[in-house]
């Protein structure tokens, strides 16, 4: 069963930045929509951002759109999301997996959120 593991978290303060990461051990990523999710303590998975596969096309929510920037290295079999200009709204646990059917559609709020989700990477924005 495909699992994914997050990396790259941390402690930032508000208007910091960071950079996660995003990896599936024998699994090519390309070929699938990767999303990157974030959850706060009590609360579901929310949509942060997704990368298409074979245009690369990217999808943010609106609030943290002009902020992120989702990215794929296939030769690392990775994806990224690199996060500027942190808010403390940002902070929370951040997950990645695949979207189904592709992230247009799970943005336009169809689809869903593959369970395939690995231990996250905790992000905190504060002073």
């Known amino acids: 069963q495909l699992r994914f593991v997050e990396s790259g978290g941390g402690l930032v303060q508000p208007g910091g930045s960071l950079r996660l990461s995003c990896g599936a051990s024998g699994f090519t990523l390309d070929v699938y929509g990767i999303g990157w999710f974030r959850q706060a303590p009590g609360k579901g998975h929310v949509g942060v951002s997704c990368i298409g596969t074979s245009d690369g096309t990217t999808y943010y929510s609106d609030s943290v759109k002009g902020r992120f920037t989702i990215s794929r290295d296939n030769a690392k079999n990775l994806v990224y999301l690199q996060m500027d200009n942190m808010s403390p709204g940002g902070t929370g646990l951040y997950l990645c997996?695949?979207?189904?059917?592709?992230?247009?559609?799970?943005?336009?709020?169809?689809?869903?959120?593959?369970?395939?989700w690995g231990q996250g990477t905790q992000v905190t924005v504060s002073s």
């Open positions: 997996t695949r979207v189904t059917p592709v992230c247009g559609v799970y943005f336009a709020g169809g689809g869903y959120a593959n369970d395939e």
